[in-house]
C-alpha cells in the first residue's frame, strides 16, 4: 500500500527502438562498451593495423628499445615490435575469453538452476561439489590443474570453467530461489510444462539482468586470470603474443626500459576496466 | 485558537509528476484527523513532507504551520529538533521499522536521549510507558531483540517509542497494515486509549476507510492527490457528498448486500490534468465544468466537498442489508477432504500441525469462504489441494483420484484440469518476460480441452480476455503495462483456459486497492455463474469473504472451529473464536477478550483455541478434542459448551455491552467531537441479525 | 548456538577430506611421476616400474590417498627415507611423525624445513596487506554508503572500480615504473635481505601496496553496498524520525547492521589474498610461498604442491568457520534462535 511515483509510471508502455533498449543507459557502462569494442576492432584488424609480425626482430632496434618513430611503443629485449605484439596479443585474449566465459556460465547457470529449482538433496549434492571446489583459492586452483594438464587453450577454457561454473551457480541458485515461489512459475506447473520448460523459458528470463551483469564481470576476471596465467608461465606457449607473458618476459628490465613491461600492463588494464564499468553500468540500470 | 497542524494549499511534485495538489486543511489540538486514500493517492508523501523527509526530486509549495512554525521553510536543524521530541511518527510495518540488532530498552530510550531525565529516570520512563502500552513485564521486554516478540508486540512498542518524549502531534502512517483483525483491534483500542490519557493530536493515514472512521474525529478523503472530501467521521458513511467517497463507500465489503465498484484507474501523474481528477471515473462528468479546475465547497464548517457538479450529486443510496445466499446444498461435491492432516518437522519433540483432521466438501458451482487469521493452515491447504504441498495424511478426492499426496508435477494434464488457482500477488502472477497473449495461449495450448490450430488459439486467448472483461487488444502487451487489477484479471483468465471444476483463490484481492477489489469480488461472482466453476476463496478479511461466499468455514490453528453458510455464520457467530474475530472485525466496544498478546502455552490433544478463548470451561477444553455440534442444517460447531449454554452467554453480555456503551459515551463526550457519535451509529448498521 | 558450531566444524572437516582427496587425484595426474623424476629422463621403463613398485606407485589411487594420509598422520613411515632406496633423504624428526608432509625432490629435503621461511615471509605480508587493506575499505565503504548517490560516494565508488579492476601484475608493473624506474624512491625487488640503499621496511611497500590495492577497492564496494542498502531501512528511518543526527544514525543504527553481510566477505578476502600473494611474490622476486608453490608447480616437485595447497585449504576452511562465527556474533537474528 505504499504510494509513490514509480507505482504509477509502470503502467505507462515504455516506447524506443530496439536499439535504445539495449543501449545501457548509465553512463560508465557505455564507456565500458567502448573500451571493448576499441579492443574487438584493434584484434580483428591486427593483421591490416599491425606494422611488423608480431615474432618479427628488428635488429637494428637492439640499439635503442625505447619507443622511437619505427616502434611507436618501442621493442623488447629480442627487437620484437611491442605494438604489433600488442594488437595481436589483444587476439589471443579476445579468443580465449568470450569461449570461457560462455563455457562458464552455461555450466554455471545450469547447475544453479537445477539446484535452485529442484532443492533438497540434488541441491545438497551440487552446493556440496560447488563448496569443495570453491574451498580451493582460485589461483591455487588453476596453478595445481594447468601444471597438471599442461597449458593449452582447451585446457585453460576448462581451467577457468570448472573454478568459476560454481559461483556462478551460487548466484544463479539465489535468483532461482527467490523467482521459484512467484506465482508464474507456479501457474507453470499447474499448467504441466515441462522441466527444461520451467527454467529456461519461466524462471531464466527473469534473471537475464542481474546474470548479465556478473557475465560482463566473469569476463573482466578471465581476462585477469587468462592475463595471470600467462604472467606466471602457465599460459598459451610461447612465442606468440599473449599480454600476460609479454609483461613476464620484460618485468625484469623495468628499472631500466619500463614501457616493455608497462604497455602490454596497460592494454590489459584498459580491457578489465572496460568489463568492469559494463557490469557496474548494467547493475546500476536495474 | 489557532490549530496546531495548518497545512494550506500544499502542493508536491516529484521531477515532473505531481504527487499533492492544492490541499488544505488543519488538525486542531487533541484532535484526530484521519487521510484516506487509495494507492497513489499521495497520502504517505503527505506524512513525509511534514516531517520533512522527502526525497531529492521532491519539492513542495504551499505552507506547514506547526504551532507558529513553517515546516517548509524550516531549517534542517529546526526540523530534526521536532522529530520525535514534538511530532512522533509510527510507520507501518513495525517488524522492519526496529533494528533488529539493538534491544528494545535501548532503541526505546534513545527517544528520550533529548530531554533532561537522569539514566535512571529515562529507564524508568520507559519501563512504565511499556506497562501502558500492554506490556506486563516490562524489563523483559527491554532486554529482548525485535524478532523476539509478535508482530502485535512489535507495534505497540513503535507507538510507545512515539509516545515516550510526549509529542504534541503524533502521525501514524497505516500503522496496522500486515497485522491480524484482532491484533489490529487491540492496536486500535490502544491508540484511542493513550489518546484520551495523553491528549495527543493524531493525523491518522490509511487506505481503509473504515478504520479511518473509527479512529478519528474528522475524515480527509485524498483521489490523486486532491482532498476530495473532508468531513466528521460518520458523515463519509452517511452521507458523503463526493462522488468518489460515495463510491468508495459502495465498495466496502461488509455495508451493503452487492459491492458496486469503481469502473477505471486511478490517473497516473502524466496523465492528471487541471480539471477534477476523478473525472475520467466519475458519471456525473460535464467537459466543461469539470475539466477547468475546482474549487472546494464548504458545506459547513467541517464538512467541505471539491466538486464542480456538487449541486447535481443525488445523495448516497445503497442497498442496505445482507448479500443474499444462492444456496446450493443439493449440488454435489465437486472435491471432497477427509481427515486432512498437514505436520511440518519443528524443533523440539512436538510437529507444527498446518491442517489438523480437516473433513469438508466443496460443492459443484459454489463459492466457499474460508477465513482465519495468519498461520491458520488456510493456505497450506490450499497448496495441498492445488498440489504444491503434499498432505501427511488423509485424503481429498477429486473424482475418483485422491489428490492429497499427489505433486502438481506428477499430475496428468486432466487432473491439471480440475484445480486451477489464482494467486496473491498482482505483481508476480505473469512473467514479466512475456506478453499476456503468450501467457494465455500458453495454457490454452496446454490445457484446452480442444486444441486447435494457431487461429483458434487466438481466437481462444480473445475469448479468454473478454470472460475477464479484458480488451483483446492486451494480449500483445507484457505485464508491465497492466495495473494490478488487470492482471489479476489476466491470472483469473489463464486459470480458467482449463474450464476447471475448482479454482484456488488464495487471498487473491488482498494486495488491491478497494474499489478494484470490489471488481475483482463482482467477476469472480460473475464467473462462477457463467461456467460453473466451484471457487475456494481463500481470505483474512471477512467483511469480503462474507461479501462473496456462500458458505463460510472459519479456521484456527489448521482445524475448522465453524462451518455454515455465510448467513448462518454471520448472523450467528456461536463458537467462541468466530465471536471473537467478527467482533474485532466490527471493532465495537470490544467486550471479548481477544488473547493480544497469546502465551506460548500448548494445549495437549485439546481444543486448539482453548487458551485464548474467553469462554473456556476449564480444563476439558485443553485435553480433550471437542465434538462437532450440528446448530441447525450444515452449520457446524467444533466447541465443547453446548449451543444453548453459548446463546445465553451471548445474549447476557450483550446487554452488558449497550450499558458499557453508553458509559464510554459521556466520559468521552468532553474530548470527541460530535462527528464521532454519528460514526458510532453508522456502525450500528452492520447487519448484525 | 554449539550445536550450530559443531555442525560446521564437521560440515567443514567432510570439505576438508574431499578437498585433499580431489587434490591428491589432480595432482597425481601430472605427466612425470615420482620415480621419473628421482631417476631422470634416461632411466629405462622398467626400472621406473620397480621404484613405483618399491614406493607403493602402482598401487590403487584410494589406497595410495590412503598411503599418503597415514604418512600425513605419522601411522606410516615415508618409504622416500629409506636409505636402502640410496636417495640420500632423511628427515630430523624421524621417519613417522604427525605432520609429515613428505620430502621435496627439488630441494631434497623434508617440505617443513623448505616451508618454514618462506610460510613466514608470506605470512608476514599477508598480515601486513590485511593491517591496510581492512581499516581502508571499511572507512571508503562507509564513507561511500553512508553517503549513497553524492558525489562523494559516486567518486569513492568509481575510485574503487577502477582500482580493483587492476590485475595485481599490471599494477606492480605500473608502481615499478613510477616507483622504480623514475622516481628511485623504493627498490624493484624485495629479497627481504637488508642492503645498504634498502631498508626491509622499504622492500615491503610496493608489495604490500599490490595487494591493498587489488583488495581494499573490492571489499570497499561491497561494503559500499551493504551500507547504502542499510541506509533505505525502515529502522534507519525510524532513527530519523526520532531526530538522531546522521553521526547517531550512521554509528549507531547504519554500521552494525551494514557490516553484517561484507564481514563474511572482508574474511574470505584473506582466502583471496593467497592467490594474490602468488602473483605479487613473482614480480617482487619476494621469498614466500606463493614463488615456490609456483617454482614447484613448475618443477613439478609434488609434495611440495600438494603441502602448500594443503595449507591454503586449511586455512580456508578456518577463515570460513570464523566468518559464520563473526555472522552470528554481529546478527542476533541467528545467535539466539
Known amino acids: 500500500m505504499t504510494t509513490g511515483p514509480d507505482r504509477q509510471k509502470s503502467i505507462v508502455p515504455s516506447s524506443g527502438s530496439t536499439w535504445r533498449r539495449f543501449w545501457p543507459k548509465a553512463l560508465s557502462a557505455r564507456f565500458g562498451i567502448c573500451l571493448i569494442l576499441f579492443w574487438i576492432v584493434m584484434a580483428v584488424l591486427a593483421p591490416w593495423l599491425s606494422p611488423y609480425e608480431p615474432n618479427a626482430q628488428d635488429m637494428a632496434a637492439l640499439s635503442d628499445f625505447g619507443p622511437t618513430a619505427a616502434h611507436w611503443l618501442g621493442t623488447d629485449l629480442l627487437g620484437r615490435d611491442i605494438l604489433s605484439r600488442i594488437l595481436w596479443g589483444a587476439r589471443t585474449t579476445l579468443v580465449v575469453v568470450p569461449i570461457a566465459t560462455i563455457s562458464a556460465f552455461a555450466t554455471g547457470t545450469t547447475i544453479g538452476l537445477v539446484s535452485g529449482y529442484f532443492g533438497g538433496f540434488v541441491d545438497r549434492i551440487i552446493s556440496g561439489i560447488s563448496d569443495i571446489i570453491l574451498s580451493f583459492p582460485t589461483l591455487i586452483l588453476y596453478i595445481v590443474l594447468i601444471a597438471s594438464i599442461g597449458p593449452s587453450m582447451f585446457n585453460i577454457v576448462l581451467a577457468i570453467t570448472l573454478a568459476s561454473a560454481p559461483s556462478i551457480g551460487r548466484v544463479t541458485r539465489g535468483l532461482t530461489l527467490d523467482l521459484r515461489s512467484r506465482g508464474y512459475v507456479a501457474a507453470a506447473e499447474m499448467r504441466g510444462e515441462s522441466v527444461f520448460f520451467t527454467l529456461f523459458l519461466e524462471i531464466l528470463p527473469n534473471a537475464r539482468g542481474p546474470l548479465l551483469a556478473d557475465l560482463c564481470m566473469r569476463a573482466g576476471l578471465a581476462v585477469v586470470t587468462v592475463g595471470t596465467l600467462g604472467f606466471l608461465g602457465l599460459g598459451l606457449p610461447p612465442p606468440d603474443p599473449d599480454w600476460g607473458s609479454m609483461v613476464a618476459e620484460n618485468v625484469t628490465m623495468i628499472p631500466v626500459y619500463p614501457y616493455m613491461a608497462l604497455f602490454p600492463g596497460l592494454a590489459m588494464c584498459s580491457l578489465v576496466i572496460g568489463f568492469s564499468m559494463l557490469a557496474d553500468g548494467l547493475e546500476e540500470d536495474q | ?689 | 548456538m554449539l550445536a550450530f558450531a559443531l555442525r560446521r566444524v564437521s560440515q567443514l572437516l567432510v570439505t576438508a577430506i574431499v578437498s585433499s582427496f580431489l587434490l591428491f587425484v589432480v595432482t597425481e595426474f601430472s605427466p612425470g611421476t615420482v620415480s621419473r623424476q628421482i631417476l631422470g629422463p634416461y632411466a629405462l621403463p622398467n626400472q621406473v616400474a620397480l621404484l613405483d613398485q618399491k614406493l607403493g606407485l602402482s598401487q590403487s589411487l584410494p589406497q595410495r590417498y590412503l598411503n599418503w594420509v597415514s604418512i600425513l598422520v605419522g601411522l606410516k613411515s615415508n618409504p622416500l627415507g629409506d636409505p636402502a632406496l640410496g636417495l640420500n633423504l632423511s628427515d630430523p624428526r624421524g621417519d613417522r611423525y604427525f605432520g609429515n608432509f613428505g620430502y621435496s625432490l627439488m630441494f631434497r629435503q623434508p617440505v617443513r624445513d623448505v616451508l618454514a621461511g618462506p610460510l613466514a615471509n608470506s605470512a608476514l605480508l599477508g598480515a601486513v596487506a590485511m593491517a591496510f587493506i581492512v581499516p581502508l575499505s571499511l572507512l571508503i565503504g562507509i564513507m561511500a554508503g553512508a553517503n549513497a548517490g553524492t558525489r562523494l560516494d559516486r567518486l569513492l565508488s568509481l575510485g574503487s572500480l577502477i582500482v580493483t579492476s587492476i590485475p595485481e601484475y599490471a599494477a606492480g608493473v605500473i608502481l615499478l615504473t613510477v616507483f622504480v624506474s623514475y622516481l628511485n624512491w623504493l627498490p624493484g625487488t624485495s629479497p627481504l635481505l637488508a642492503s645498504e640503499q634498502w631498508s626491509i621496511a622499504s622492500q615491503l611497500v610496493l608489495p604490500v601496496t599490490v595487494l591493498t590495492l587489488a583488495s581494499a577497492g573490492y571489499v570497499a564496494r561491497i561494503v559500499r553496498a551493504s551500507m547504502a542498502d542499510t541506509m533505505t531501512k525502515p529502522y534507519v528511518r525510524t532513527a530519523l524520525l526520532k531526530g538522531l543526527t546522521k553521526s547517531q544514525i550512521v554509528t549507531r543504527h547504519v554500521i552494525r547492521n551494514g557490516m553484517i553481510p561484507p564481514m563474511t566477505v572482508l574474511l574470505l578476502q584473506l582466502n583471496w589474498l593467497v592467490g594474490g600473494v602468488v602473483v605479487c611474490e613473482s614480480i617482487f622476486a619476494y621469498p614466500g610461498v606463493g614463488r615456490l608453490l609456483l617454482q614447484a608447480g613448475l618443477f613439478g616437485d609434488l609434495a611440495l604442491v600438494q603441502t602448500i595447497t594443503l595449507i591454503s585449504l586449511a586455512m580456508a576452511a578456518i577463515t570460513q568457520l570464523l566468518a559464520d562465527m563473526s555472522y552470528m556474533a554481529l546478527n542476533p537474528r541467528v545467535r539466539l534462535t
Open chain 2, 1 to 689: 485558537m489557532t490549530p496546531l497542524l495548518q497545512v494550506e494549499n500544499l502542493s508536491l511534485t516529484y521531477g515532473a509528476d505531481q504527487v499533492v495538489r492544492d490541499l488544505s486543511f488543519s488538525i486542531g489540538r487533541g484532535e484526530s484527523f484521519g487521510l484516506v486514500g487509495e494507492s497513489g493517492s499521495g497520502k504517505s508523501s503527505i506524512a513525509n513532507v511534514i516531517i520533512g523527509d522527502l526525497p531529492k526530486i521532491a519539492s513542495a509549495r504551499g505552507s506547514i504551520r506547526y504551532d507558529g512554525i513553517d515546516l517548509l521553510c524550516a531549517s534542517a536543524e529546526q526540523l530534526r529538533a521536532l522529530r520525535g521530541r514534538r511530532i512522533g511518527f509510527v510507520q507501518q510495518d513495525p517488524g522492519a521499522s526496529l533494528n533488529p540488532t539493538m534491544r528494545i530498552g535501548r532503541q526505546l530510550l534513545e527517544a528520550l536521549e533529548h530531554g533532561d531525565a537522569s539514566i535512571g529516570g529515562r529507564n524508568e520512563r520507559v519501563g512504565a510507558m511499556l506497562s501502558r502500552v500492554g506490556f506486563e513485564n516490562p524489563g523483559a521486554i527491554m532486554a529482548r531483540y525485535p524478532h523476539q516478540i509478535s508482530g502485535g508486540q512489535q507495534q505497540r512498542v513503535m507507538i510507545a517509542m512515539a509516545l515516550l518524549p510526549q509529542p504534541d502531534l503524533i502521525l501514524l502512517d497505516e500503522p496496522t497494515s500486515g497485522l491480524d483483525v484482532t491484533v489490529e483491534a487491540a492496536v486500535i483500542d490502544l491508540i484511542a486509549e493513550l489518546r484520551a490519557q495523553f491528549g495527543t493530536s493524531l493525523l491518522f493515514i490509511s487506505h481503509n476507510l473504515n478504520l479511518v472512521a473509527k479512529t478519528c474525529d474528522r475524515v480527509g478523503v485524498l483521489y490523486a492527490g486532491d482532498l476530495v472530501e473532508e468531513a466528521p467521521a460518520g458523515k463519509v458513511f452517511d452521507a458523503p457528498r463526493h462522488p468518489y467517497t460515495q463510491g468508495l463507500v459502495k465498495c466496502l465489503p461488509g455495508f451493503s448486500a452487492t459491492l458496486q465498484p469503481i469502473r477505471g484507474h486511478v490517473p497516473s501523474p502524466q496523465e492528471r490534468g487541471p480539471g477534477c481528477l476523478f473525472a475520467s471515473r466519475c458519471a456525473h462528468h460535464l467537459a466543461d465544468l469539470c475539466d477547468a479546475p475546482v474549487e472546494t465547497v464548504a458545506l459547513d464548517r467541517f464538512h467541505k466537498v471539491r466538486c464542480a457538479r456538487l449541486g447535481d450529486i443525488p445523495v448516497l443510496s445503497r442497498e442496505i442489508g445482507a448479500p443474499q445466499d444462492k444456496v446450493a446444498d443439493t449440488a454435489p461435491a465437486a472435491i471432497t477432504i477427509r481427515q486432512l492432516r498437514k505436520t511440518y518437522p519443528a524443533s523440539g519433540a512436538d510437529a507444527f500441525v498446518a491442517n489438523d483432521s480437516i473433513d469438508l466438501d466443496i460443492r459443484q458451482g459454489e463459492i466457499l469462504g474460508l477465513v482465519g487469521e495468519s498461520g491458520s493452515g488456510k493456505s497450506t491447504l490450499a497448496k495441498i489441494i492445488a498440489g504444491f504441498d503434499v498432505a501427511t495424511s488423509g485424503s481429498i478426492m477429486v473424482g475418483d483420484t485422491d489428490i492429497a499426496r499427489l505433486p502438481v508435477r506428477k499430475r496428468s494434464s486432466a487432473l491439471l484440469r480440475q484445480v486451477q488457482m489464482v494467486f496473491q500477488n498482482p505483481d508476480s502472477t505473469l512473467n514479466p518476460s512475456h506478453t499476456i497473449g503468450w501467457a494465455l495461449g500458453r495454457a490454452v495450448r496446454k490445457l484446452d480441452t480442444q486444441p486447435g490450430r494457431r487461429s483458434a488459439l487466438t481466437g481462444r486467448v480473445r475469448e479468454l480476455l473478454g470472460l475477464v472483461a479484458l480488451l483483446p487488444g492486451l494480449a500483445a502487451r507484457k505485464p508491465k503495462a497492466l495495473s494490478g487489477g488487470q492482471r489479476q484479471r489476466v491470472a483469473i483468465a489463464r486459470a480458467l483456459a482449463a474450464q476447471p471444476r475448482l479454482l484456488l483463490a488464495d487471498e487473491c484481492v488482498s494486495a488491491l486497492d478497494v474499489s478494484v477489489q470490489a471488481a475483482i469480488i463482482e467477476l469472480l461472482q460473475d464467473i462462477r455463474t457463467r461456467t460453473g466453476t466451484a471457487i475456494l476463496f481463500i481470505s483474512h478479511d471477512l467483511a469480503l469473504v462474507r461479501q462473496i461466499s456462500d458458505r463460510i468455514v472459519v479456521l484456527f490453528r489448521g482445524k475448522p472451529m465453524e462451518i455454515g453458510s455465510a448467513s448462518q455464520v454471520y448472523s450467528l457467530p456461536l463458537h467462541p473464536y468466530t465471536e471473537a474475530l467478527l467482533s474485532a472485525d466490527e471493532h465495537r466496544s470490544k467486550k471479548v477478550r481477544t488473547g493480544a498478546v497469546p502465551l506460548a502455552a500448548k494445549s495437549v490433544g485439546g481444543c486448539p483455541y482453548a487458551h485464548r478463548c474467553a469462554r473456556s470451561i476449564g480444563d476439558i477444553c485443553a485435553t480433550q478434542p471437542p465434538p462437532y455440534q450440528t446448530v441447525a442444517k450444515g452449520h457446524q460447531i467444533y466447541c465443547h459448551i453446548p449451543v444453548h449454554e453459548l446463546l445465553r452467554l451471548q445474549k447476557a453480555e450483550a446487554s452488558l455491552e449497550s450499558k458499557f456503551a453508553m458509559d464510554l459515551q459521556e466520559t468521552t463526550e468532553g474530548i470527541q467531537h460530535s462527528g464521532a457519535k454519528l460514526a458510532q451509529s453508522a456502525f450500528n448498521l452492520y447487519p448484525r441479525s
